[in-house]
């Protein structure tokens, strides 16, 4: 299958193959006020003073709450990692088609897959994007090219996963559970880190495709970080929000099994990414789980009496995996199937 990239690049692609159409009303909703989402300091979560870590708490607590999504800044995270991270994902991607096709994964657990669009066998339509997707923790995976890459993406892979270790404990803390909750009850330790490097070629006519239609992670967190180019749009009191990140930041979403998790008082939240006609939006995201094995349900100090009943029953992370792969990607359908 020719990728997106690889079909802009044949040259005379003056209009959205049909195959690509996207019928729903991209411009639906758009929020016309200076909505922004909540900024997390990280360097205070992890080194304020007891006053100043307990208010940054609570603001992830709202963030999580209210908008399912927050942007970190001051994450330790250096510059220099996250640029070569993207500028060797783009690398990749350059890579002739034959030399991409032999990461062609057609399992959902093989260690690397490189595609396009999202499920084309359940789907109707095809996205406007390619991708890279690779399990790095517990185990590390890489294509081993081009060179450079798999040495970055593992120490990318590192510094993003102690950087979900401190939110875990922020976020615990917030739910009122001790800080170490989420690290010893969902193994984070040894669990799953899944990484995907999205990208969005130009489109001839950007308001007739989509690069991801309105979805929820899996997972406890998604972190993400983007090229100077801007796509991602957040569904937020009925509205979509256009989010335009700080440089050197991360943007940071709750996703489905945090919603299991508590029980749905944190919420995993519709996104979308939309494509422009100009440039090539690259961004890469790590989607930090449990363990495949572990059952995911409500944690019992937060669905007990009967004023708060568990809202889902408890799924193995692998069956849900497998469950999100069988479905079209759109809305919160895999979620909705687990709710009592």
């Known amino acids: 299958m020719l990728s997106v990239k690889g079909q802009v690049e044949s040259g005379g692609l003056n209009h959205v193959p049909s195959k690509y159409l996207y019928h ?7 929020s016309s006020d200076a909505e922004v989402i909540p ?14 870590r307990s208010k940054v708490i609570q603001d992830i ?13 001051n994450h330790g995270v250096p510059n220099l990692l996250r640029e070569e991270t993207i500028r060797l994902a783009e690398t990749f991607f350059n890579l002739s088609e034959e030399e991409k096709r032999e990461y062609t994964g057609t399992q959902l657990f093989d260690p690397i897959r490189y595609g396009t669009s999202f499920n084309v066998t359940v789907d109707k339509i095809r996205f406007w994007r390619d991708f890279l997707k690779i399990h790095v923790h517990p185990s590390f995976s890489a294509p081993n090219k081009p ?5 970055i993406l593992q120490e990318y892979s590192k510094s993003v996963r102690e950087v979900a270790e401190e939110l875990f404990k922020g ?12 690290k010893d009850k969902m193994d984070t330790e040894s669990g799953s880190q899944l990484l995907v490097t999205n990208l969005y070629p130009p489109c001839p006519q950007p308001e007739l495709a989509m690069g991801l239609p309105p979805h929820s992670d899996h997972g406890l967190l998604t972190i993400l970080m983007q090229n100077e180019h801007s796509g991602l749009q957040v569904k937020h009191s009925g509205k979509w929000v256009p989010i335009d990140p700080l440089p050197n930041s991360f943007l940071v979403n709750t996703g489905d099994h945090m919603e299991i998790l508590t029980n749905g008082k944190y919420k995993s ?30 944690a019992p100090e937060l669905a007990s ?17 497998e469950l999100q792969q069988s479905k079209q990607l759109d809305g919160k359908t895999c979620l909705d199937h687990l709710r009592i």
Not at 39 to 52: A, E, K, R, V, W
Not at 61 to 73: H, L, S
Not at 171 to 182: A, F, K, M, Q, R
Not at 313 to 319: A, T
């Open 24 to 30: 729903t009303n991209l411009g639906e909703r758009i």
């Open 39 to 52: 900024t997390i300091d990280f360097s205070i979560l992890t080194s304020g003073t007891p006053d100043q």
């Open 269 to 298: 939240v519709l996104h979308r990414a939309v494509v422009n006609g100009k440039a090539t939006r690259i961004s890469v995201g790590t989607a930090h789980g449990p363990p495949l094995e572990t059952i995911v349900s409500p």
């Open 61 to 73: 607590g709202n963030a999580c709450a209210e908008w399912g999504f927050f942007m970190v800044i």
């Open 171 to 182: 976020i615990s803390i917030s739910l009122g559970l001790e800080e170490n909750y989420i």
């Open 305 to 321: 009496g009967g004023n708060n009943p568990p809202a889902f029953r408890g799924i193995k992370y692998r069956e849900y995996l």
């Open 147 to 151: 060179p450079g890459l798999s040495e």
